[in-house]
Each structure stands twice: as C-alpha cells, then as structure tokens.
C-alpha cells in the first residue's frame, strides 16, 4: 500500500517564500534572480574564504617563480572545488538555509547538496563559453538545479554570467570530448545531434553557440553581494573574462538536485555504481543513500514518522475507484 508522505519543513524567523510568480518565471524562463537572499553576514563570511583562498593561491604561484604578475597571483585555479568539504564555512554557505528555502520550492521538497565551486576571477582572467551544467552532472531523474551566489558587485565589465531565457526546455546536448554516460536515453530523439568544444570561449569553435542563436538575444546578469542567481541545468549559460584592471569576480555556486534522484557522480569519486552516499540530504527526506554535513550545519529534514498512514483504492458505490487514507 501507498504511505502518505506531507513534507514540511520547520519555520524559521527569516525563512524565504517563493512566490507563485517566482516559481512560474523559474520553469518558463529557466532562471530565478532572489535579491538580496542572503544576509551581509552570511556574505562576509563567504568572502572571507573567497580572499583565503585567493591568498593560499597566490603564496603558491609566488613559489613558482612566474615573471607574470596574474600568474604569479593566480597560478593554480580561478576556481575551487568541494571547499565545502574541508571548510566549515563553505558548508554553511552550501547549505544555507534560505538558498535552500528556494531550493526545497523549485525542486523539492527533498534536496541534495551536489556540488560547490569557488570562482575567484581576477583581472584578465575567467570566463567559460555555453554550456549546460547537467552536461557535466547527470541526475535520474533530472533535477539538477544551480545556485550563483554574488560575493561581490558582479556587472558585465568583470565578468557576469549570461543567459538564454527559455532555453531550460532544450535537452542536454551531448558533446562528443565529454564522457560518463547521457542525460537522455539512447536514440530516444530523431536529431538530437553532438555538439563539439562546450564551454570554449570561442563561439566559433564551441558549437553549442548555433543552438543558443535560435532564440532571442542573450541577457546580461548583473548582481549585488547577496543576489542568488537560481538557474534550470538545461539552460544555456555563460560568462566572459573579466575585462577590468583592478576588480576581481568572487562568487560561490553551489549545485543540487532533489534527493529521489540516482547521482551517477561525484566530484571526488566513489566505489560502487553512484555517488549518492556522498551528497548530503539537505532538506526532507529520501530512499536513497546520503551524507551528513561533516561540520555539523543544521538541515532541516522531514520530521514525520516513516509511514504517516497509507492510502489504498476503494471501490465506490458509483463503481469508481477513490484513494482512502488510513491513518495509523
């Protein structure tokens, strides 16, 4: 028999919620701009890390010995990985509790915590052609979904990220150079062709470019510290490099899915056929294997029993079949 399942997180004081206009933009155009989202606080703490990852950066280009300043500064990446797994504080920013009050809205009710990414983007440098981020992390079914954090005044001299409204209901193009299985089932499309050098800057060369071209032109996203930026994993998305002098582009994305989803992925590998035990349940609750957040950060999960009754079909007088509830 069916169980009732009521999801419900608890209420917080300053807890975000999403409109059902919010929701309606989200699913038609693909992305989701919440101002102002998460507090100063939060922010300060996040662009701390952002500036001690810079300086750990910088020390090691320093080693190197480059005559070039960018390199000697930015020698190693103009981004990280997984912080949140060995820095407390970026696993309270993946797992903020008002990123995932949206979360929980667009695709939950229950939540993974996927992925985080810190992007540094100094003077001359960052930047990444069209893409579609399920392209690179595979979810079945697929619910991936991004969050774009601003640390700081993201505008389209430093390096802002670029959107296609709408362009969520394409499918995943897949790129021939990109392994690790499909989005798609196999020749379930009569013409969904490959697509050749995603991400390359170069819209010449990244042939994705011929895809996003059918719709209207591009949009610009600029943004204020604590601005999140939600966007559908099928949208194509992109950024340039940052053209100032003197500005860097610090921001922190973090990834999710909903937690009834098989994860075929994961960032630092896994043993076995999924890397579901190593995503952290994030909000309500799943079937599935999970990981806890290893610097104790407080998710709220689902608090009902496992089985808060079931439903099983009666035949009615009408000779209907209807759901009825025993509660337990």
Not at 152 to 181: F, K, M, Q, R, T
């Amino acid at each position: 028999m069916a169980t009732y399942y009521t999801p419900k997180s608890r209420e917080r004081v300053d807890r975000y919620l999403v409109s059902v206009e919010e929701y309606a933009h989200y699913h038609r155009n693909g992305y989701l701009i919440v101002r102002g989202l998460v507090s100063k606080e939060d922010i300060a703490e996040l662009f701390e890390l952002a500036e001690k990852t810079r300086t750990k950066s910088k020390n090691s280009a320093r080693e190197s010995h480059s005559h070039n300043p960018l390199d000697e500064e930015f020698l190693d990446a103009t981004r990280v990985h997984m912080l949140s797994r060995i820095e407390p504080s970026a696993e309270r920013g993946l797992l903020n509790p008002r990123i995932l009050d949206v979360t929980e809205a667009l695709i939950g009710p229950d939540v993974y915590a996927v992925q985080s990414m810190m992007f540094l983007n100094p003077p001359g440098r960052g930047g990444q052609g069209w893409h579609q981020d399920a392209c690179y992390i595979k979810t079945h079914p697929d619910t991936l979904i991004g969050a774009w954090i601003a640390l700081e005044e993201v505008d389209e001299e430093n390096g802002c990220l670029w959107v296609a409204p709408g362009s969520n209901h394409e499918p995943i193009y897949p790129p021939a150079e990109i392994g690790g299985g499909n989005v798609h089932a196999l020749d379930a499309f009569s013409n969904l062709n490959g697509v050749q050098n995603v991400s390359h800057l170069d819209d010449e060369v990244n042939t994705l470019s011929k895809v996003v071209a059918k719709y209207p032109p591009p949009i610009s996203v600029p943004m204020q510290p604590g601005d999140v930026l939600f966007f559908h994993s099928h949208l194509f998305h992109r950024s340039y490099p940052n053209k100032t002098t003197d500005r860097f582009r610090r921001s922190y994305v973090c990834h999710y899915c909903n937690a009834r989803s098989w994860i075929p992925w994961d960032h630092d590998g896994y043993e076995g056929d999924s890397g579901n035990y190593r995503q952290i349940l994030a909000r309500g609750r799943t079937h599935l294997p999970y990981a806890e957040p290893v610097f104790g950060t407080e998710v709220y999960l689902y608090e009902g029993v496992d089985t808060d009754g079931s439903v099983s079909m009666m035949g009615m007088d009408n000779g209907m079949m209807m759901p009825v509830g025993q509660k337990k």
